[in-house]
C-alpha cells in the first residue's frame, strides 16, 4: 500500500478539513480526494464522514487511523536508524502523564534512564492541561499514558497502578478557626474558596463527587489551567486547592500551609497504565515502556510482573 495515502489520511483526520490538509501537504484538494476514495475502495467501506462542521472518521476510519499512526512512526523510526546507521535502538516514544498527579514525578527518573540506556530514543512527554490523553491514546498519538481512571475503553488497556488520594491544600490563615487535624471532612472542603483545574478534569470531578456526597457543591473562587499558576495562587493565599500528596509537598511556602487529607470515600482515583489493544508497540516503545514498569515499581511498589500478565508484541 502507498503510504503516501496513508499519510493523507492521517492529516486529513488531525486537521478535520480536506482543505487544510491540501494546503498542508501542499497538494491539489482533487489530488488529496482520490487518496482518501481509493483507501475506500481498497477497504470497501466508507472512512471518513463530511458534513459543514468539517470531516471526522467513521468507526472503520479510527481503527484505519490507529494502524495508520503505527506504522508511520515504524516508517520514521526505520528512517532515522538507516540514517544513522547505529544498531542501537532509535525512534521517537510518546507518552502522557496525567496532569496534576503523582505520574508527572515519572518524568524526570524516566528522561534519565532511557537517556543512559537508550541514547538513540526521543521521548515526547505530554504532561499538560487541555489535553486528553486516553482521545490521543485512541487516536494513535500517544503510546502509553500515565492517568486516571481503570474503565474498560475499546481500543485501549488499563493496567491499574495505585489508588491515588487527594488532600485538601490551604492556607494556615484559612483554618485558623478549625481544631487541628490530619484530615478535614467534605462539609469543610465544601465551605472553602477554592481553586481548581478546569471542569473536564479528572481532579475536579472528583472534587465535586466529595461535596455531592454531602448534599453540597464547591465553592470554586477560580479555574486555573497552569500547574505553576496554581501553585503561585495557593502559595499567595488567594484560596485552597485538592491536590495528591506528592503535588502538594512540592509546593513553595511549605510552612504556610496546611495540607490535611480529604475524609471522604470519592476523595481518590485509580491510577492506571494504559497502552493500545489494537496496535503494537514499536521496538523503541517497548523498551521504554519495560523502563517506564521499572521505575513504577520501585517508585509505587507495583510490580512490573503483575503489570506484564498481557504480553505485548513489539514491532521488528
Same mark, same amino acid.
Not at 211 to 217: D, I, N, Q, S
Not at 252 to 266: G, H, K, S, V, Y
Not at 294 to 310: D, H, M, N, V
Given at each position: 500500500?502507498?503510504t ?23 497538494v ?22 463530511r458534513s ?5 472518521? &467513521? ?11 503505527s ?9 532515522? &536508524? ?13 507518552i ?7 505520574? &508527572? ?18 521521548l ?35 493496567k ?7 488532600f ?5 490563615s ?34 465535586e ?17 497552569s ?24 509546593l ?15 476523595a481518590?482515583?485509580q ?21 517506564l ?21 513489539? &514491532?521488528?
Open positions: 500500500m502507498d503516501k495515502r496513508l499519510e493523507a489520511f492521517i492529516k486529513v483526520v488531525d486537521l478535520g478539513s480536506m482543505t487544510s490538509a491540501a494546503k498542508v501537504l501542499n491539489a484538494q482533487p489530488a488529496l480526494s482520490q487518496h482518501i476514495a481509493s483507501l475506500e475502495s481498497d477497504f470497501k467501506c466508507k472512512l471518513l464522514d459543514a462542521r468539517g470531516v471526522k472518521p &467513521t468507526e472503520a476510519g479510527r481503527i484505519l487511523y490507529r494502524y495508520a499512526k506504522i508511520q512512526r515504524q516508517i520514521e523510526e526505520a528512517r532515522r &536508524t538507516i540514517l544513522d546507521k547505529k544498531p542501537e535502538l532509535t525512534g521517537n516514544v510518546t502522557g502523564l496525567a496532569p496534576l498527579s503523582s505520574a &508527572t514525578s515519572l518524568a524526570t527518573p524516566l528522561l534519565a534512564q532511557v537517556r543512559e540506556r537508550f541514547p538513540g530514543i526521543v515526547h512527554i505530554y504532561d499538560s492541561f487541555g489535553i486528553v490523553l486516553s482521545e490521543m491514546m485512541l487516536k494513535g498519538g500517544l503510546d502509553m499514558a500515565v492517568l486516571y481512571g481503570d474503565r474498560p475503553v475499546t481500543g485501549l488497556d488499563y491499574p497502578l495505585m489508588q491515588e488520594p487527594f485538601l491544600v490551604a492556607p494556615r484559612m483554618l485558623a478557626e478549625q481544631p487541628q487535624s490530619d484530615s478535614v471532612s467534605a462539609a469543610e472542603v465544601a465551605q472553602l474558596d477554592l481553586i481548581l483545574p478546569y471542569r473536564e478534569s479528572f481532579l475536579r470531578q472528583s472534587v463527587r466529595v461535596c455531592a456526597e454531602v448534599g453540597l457543591r464547591p465553592r470554586i473562587v477560580a479555574e486555573i489551567h500547574q505553576s499558576t496554581l501553585s503561585s495562587a495557593i502559595a499567595a493565599g488567594m484560596g485552597a486547592t485538592v491536590l495528591p500528596l506528592s503535588i502538594a509537598n512540592e513553595p511556602n511549605q510552612t504556610e500551609l496546611c495540607i490535611r487529607r480529604i475524609d471522604a470515600p470519592a481518590s482515583l491510577m492506571s497504565l494504559c497502552i493500545s489493544d489494537n496496535a503494537a508497540l514499536s521496538d523503541a516503545a517497548f523498551a521504554v515502556y519495560k523502563v514498569l521499572e521505575i513504577i515499581g520501585e517508585r509505587w511498589g507495583t510490580s512490573p510482573g503483575a503489570l506484564s500478565q498481557k504480553p505485548l508484541a513489539s &514491532t521488528t
